[in-house]
């Protein structure tokens, strides 16, 4: 069987609690000028103590299928990218399946950083689009709170927590729905952003929680360089492949991790900015949160409409990268 799958509905969570510039200028040696100027970022929104990645994946599960008129108990695949899941196991997934009352799914975390929404959509349309399923959920959601170091002025300001929820289903039209995806990884820039504390290559001891192994670890100025270069090639490569030109798309999300990254992509893919969403200034990074954010905010201000070309991108960790091309639906 070879189905056309639609993106058919979209929804978010984020915490209450925010954290501003301001409020960072009382933490450590920075200014709001700095931050905006350097990041676009203005707030973030972060979790209170005890609330964990699963809270806000259920949450947005919820308002997921409030939106639809249907119950978790519908749901068939729940896959959850994420590198903050809960624990290390039982994954996200189990805990989403759980708190939800998804009781007819199963499920899976996905590990690739910033371009985890981008795969895991890449994985979950080939069950629909096989005929496996016709109901399957993507949960980019994210818990970066944890592992930020709040003492280091370089990371701590660009991250925040979040979640953002898809429903993958069958479209009954060829016109609209997923196209094409394009994934790919580089292992040897993983030395450039990772978190080398808590995993089997140094398990959790005094002395990895004396040297902050547990917290994320970048060199900012190289992933810089390398996400604007490969975001926008991954970007052009899918889109020459479908014969289409950047002027026919009418929204391109790119994952939300610095706004020059976003407007030097932009620039280099010849995009007009009326083409381009930016939400960054009001959540920061959320790694795997920020597309189907982006994608709920743009539905909601009605930026997309039926039928119109939309096109994701993202950049981070591993190197992980990728696009997802796809006519829009809902
Ligand atoms: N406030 C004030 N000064 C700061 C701050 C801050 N918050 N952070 C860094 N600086 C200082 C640095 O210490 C440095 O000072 P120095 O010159 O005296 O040493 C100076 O600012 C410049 O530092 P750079 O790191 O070169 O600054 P840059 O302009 O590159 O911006 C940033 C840093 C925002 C991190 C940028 O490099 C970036 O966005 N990189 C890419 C991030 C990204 O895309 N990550 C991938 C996704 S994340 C994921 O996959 C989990």
């Known amino acids: 069987m070879n189905r056309k799958v639609k993106i058919s509905g979209v929804e978010m969570y984020v915490p209450p609690k925010v954290l501003t510039n301001e409020d960072f200028e009382k933490m450590v040696d ?95 349309e080939k069950f629909v689009r096989t005929g496996v399923h016709d109901r399957v959920v993507v949960i980019g959601s994210e818990v970066m709170s944890s592992i930020i170091d709040y003492t280091d002025r370089a990371t701590c300001v660009l991250f925040g927590d979040g979640a953002g929820a898809v429903l993958l289903e069958p479209a009954e039209e060829d016109e609209v729905g997923l196209i094409d995806f394009i994934c790919k990884i580089d292992g040897s820039g993983g030395k450039f952003l990772y978190m080398p504390g808590g995993g089997s290559l140094n398990p959790p001891t005094h002395e990895t929680v004396d040297k902050k192994m547990h917290y994320v670890h970048q060199h ?19 889109l020459e492949k479908h014969n289409l030109t950047p002027k026919d798309i009418k929204l391109y999300v790119p994952h939300q991790a610095n706004m020059r990254i976003i407007k030097s992509v932009a620039e280099r893919m010849g995009l007009d900015e009326s083409q381009v969403i930016i939400n960054i200034d009001k959540y920061g990074n959320t790694t795997s949160a920020t597309i189907p954010i982006c994608l709920y905010e743009a539905t909601k201000e009605g930026r997309i409409q039926k039928g119109d070309y939309v096109l994701i991108a993202s950049f981070g960790a591993g190197f992980t990268w990728g696009a997802g091309l796809m006519r829009w639906e809902i």
């Not at 590198?83 to 996200?92: A, E, L, R, Y």
């Not at 360089?225 to 991954?234: G, L, P, T, Y």
């Open 220 to 238: 900012g100025r190289q992933v810089f360089k390398f996400a604007v270069k490969e975001m926008a090639n991954v970007s052009i490569e899918i």
């Open 30 to 124: 920075t200014s709001n000028e700095w931050i905006l100027e350097r990041t676009g970022i203005r707030e973030r929104h972060i979790v209170e103590k005890g609330v964990a990645n699963s809270d806000l994946a259920s949450e947005a599960l919820k308002r997921l299928c409030n939106s639809k008129g249907i119950t978790p108990e519908d749901i068939e695949l729940i896959i959850i990218p994420t590198v903050t899941p809960d624990m290390f196991f039982p994954s996200t997934a189990c805990r989403v399946q759980e708190k939800t009352g998804a009781k007819n799914a199963w499920g899976f975390d996905i590990s690739a950083a910033c371009s985890g929404f981008i795969f895991a959509l890449a994985t979950a």
